[in-house]
């Protein structure tokens, strides 16, 4: 069990300290221990409750209401909770998939991401729901709330749709498009941003080559040879060591010096020299402007070769 202080449910919860406070004196909602120097601490039951009171409370409910709710009925008017397809709420709906990622309820985590995938379309789906999700689990592996089933399960779902999506997608012919060489380095097994690029390359009229999970890094320059990529890109997140990733990005740039490399993660915004060829991205968003950059630049060029004609 995960203890927590009122700053970390805070933080996890998206509700103000204060507020959760009140709650808590005038309704209840919560029942903190208090340590032998008088610190309220909040367990993993506490947590869970209130991100499904914040749920409902996002979602039009009175706190009031909310407060007499057994944890049965609270969890149940959460499944059942009718959203408004045209919300732009996005932070219950994060806190409603932290909610079911704790019960593990694998059916009410697809239900919630399959409804915002509808409402908002695959992309932004995953930039304003999956994104910030993710970045609230890891805060909670942090404080060692969630376990690896946790991680694991949330992954997998999330796998699962980024390869749907992508897969739904038409076809690009490699002799039309920009090509990407798109891969995680050798041990690197942190997939999910990597597989997100993958889809919004395509989205946009660009062929990849998904190269995936653990490669090593001196294949690159056959595949190069070979494929003739405007650029690679990778994501390094735990994978290279701190101290090594200097050495990691300047074996790149020497394995494929004709091409563009794009770096990613939270290695990638650590302190080095960059090679003449690479280029940091700091945030997805970065990335996405990128892409849709150079899908209007081969969108003009291509209009204009027919003027031409």
Not at 203 to 209: E, I, K, N, P, T
Request: glycine share 4%; hydrophobic share 45%.
């Amino acid at each position: 069990m995960g203890h927590f202080s009122i700053s970390d449910l805070e933080q996890l919860s998206g509700i103000k300290a204060h507020t959760i406070r009140i709650w808590e004196q005038r309704y209840g909602i919560l029942q903190p221990i208090r340590t032998a120097t008088n610190i309220r601490t909040y367990c993993e039951d506490d947590l869970r409750r209130l991100l499904n009171v914040a749920t409902l409370c996002g979602r039009g409910y009175r706190i009031s209401q909310v407060a007499k709710l057994s944890e049965q009925e609270l969890s149940k008017a959460v499944i059942s909770c009718d959203d408004d397809a045209h919300s732009q709420n996005y932070c219950h709906q994060v806190n409603g998939l932290l909610a079911a990622m704790l019960e593990m309820d694998e059916c009410q985590l697809t239900h919630l991401l399959n409804h915002a995938i509808a409402n908002y379309g695959f992309e932004q789906a995953m930039l304003r729901v999956a994104y910030p999700f993710l970045h609230r689990l890891g805060v909670m592996w942090q404080a060692g709330t969630v376990n690896p089933a946790h991680e694991h399960l949330v992954t997998n779902l999330l796998r699962q749709k980024m390869m749907a999506a992508t897969d739904s997608l038409p076809p690009v012919q490699p002799a039309m498009a920009r090509r990407w060489v798109l891969f995680l380095p050798e041990r690197e097994m942190h997939e999910l941003a990597l597989l997100f690029m993958n889809y919004a390359l395509r989205a946009r009229g660009h062929h990849v080559l998904y190269l995936g999970q653990n490669l090593p890094v001196t294949e690159l320059h056959a595949v190069c040879a070979t494929y003739q990529p405007y650029a690679a890109l990778t994501v390094m997140t735990a994978v290279p060591e701190r101290h090594e990733v200097q050495d990691f990005v300047q074996q790149l740039s020497s394995l494929c010096p004709d091409i563009h490399l794009y770096l990613y993660g939270p290695l990638a915004q650590l302190e080095f020299r960059l090679p003449a060829n690479a280029a940091r991205l700091a945030l997805m968003t970065d990335f996405i402007a990128l892409a849709d950059e150079l899908a209007e630049t081969e969108a003009c060029v291509a209009q204009l070769a027919v003027t031409e004609r």
